[in-house]
């Protein structure tokens, strides 16, 4: 028989290309089994033979979108110890198993992968309207501080400087990044690009501003959520020439 448990989730899974099995008298290529809880073991329902005796059996799981196979074992119960060996999705129980009398169980184990999203805006953190100069470079993002598109925005492990992932705000300077769970290293690093304009002035808890970075440690988390930074225009650039005289408190514009 043909057994599954799956970690992190449950569902359908089918199984296809078996070869040297039959369901009674009739050759059998397929069979599905349905877990209803994580983590306990459910048995196909169908009773499979051996057509051939002496001949091994190849069983091919069917991939599952969001699980990952991690691993096989078979039992006979007649019989010690586990067998079977495991290519791809393939399994093959070989031909010295497959003997009068022998009662194998095959138990596929299949683990849901958890994807942890990560993230965070781009912002100008000048005090917007709020009249309040306090309000600048405090890493908040205040009434009027609007965000900022097509920032570069790097997903680091933090030891090794790997980049992990990479991309780009949006219209309002969000960002986002989605990565499994297994994938995100214990020290993770969001760096921020700046655009030519602009200048980095703060950023939310982690933040280094010599480095444009946002360190995080690992946890159970699958979300971790509101890693801005604040960004500031400080290069001004006058496109005409020449003098304007005016009186203490006036402003004047060259456009």
Request: a negative charge.
């Amino acid at each position: 028989k043909i057994a599954k448990t799956s970690i992190n989730g449950f569902g359908t899974f089918n199984f296809s290309s078996l070869t040297n099995l039959v369901n009674s008298t009739t050759d059998t290529t397929t069979d599905s089994v349905a877990t209803v809880t994580a983590g306990t073991t459910a048995i196909s329902t169908t009773q499979l033979w051996a057509k051939v005796l002496n001949t091994a059996i190849s069983i091919t799981e069917d991939t599952v979108a969001g699980y990952q196979l991690t691993g096989v074992s078979c039992t006979d119960a007649n019989s010690a110890g586990t067998f079977g060996s495991l290519a791809g999705n393939i399994l093959t129980i070989p031909a010295n198993r497959i003997t009068e009398g022998a009662n194998i169980t095959c138990t596929f184990t299949n683990t849901k992968l958890i994807y942890v999203d990560i993230t965070g805006r781009v912002f100008v953190d000048n005090s917007g309207t709020t009249l309040d100069v306090s309000k600048a470079y405090n890493g908040i993002q205040d009434a009027g501080e609007v965000g900022i598109a097509n920032s570069t925005i790097r997903l680091n492990n933090c030891s090794t400087t790997t980049q992990l992932a990479s991309t780009v705000t949006s219209a309002n300077g969000d960002y986002a990044f989605s990565i499994e769970q297994g994938l995100l290293p214990s020290s993770f690093c969001i760096v921020q690009q700046n655009l030519p304009e602009y200048i980095s002035v703060s950023g939310t808890t982690g933040y280094t501003r010599s480095t444009d970075t946002i360190a995080l440690t690992k946890t159970s988390a699958t979300s971790y959520t509101a890693n801005n930074f604040g960004d500031v225009i400080v290069n001004v650039v006058l496109n005409e020439d020449g003098q304007h005289t005016v009186i203490a408190g006036d402003v004047t514009d060259y456009p």
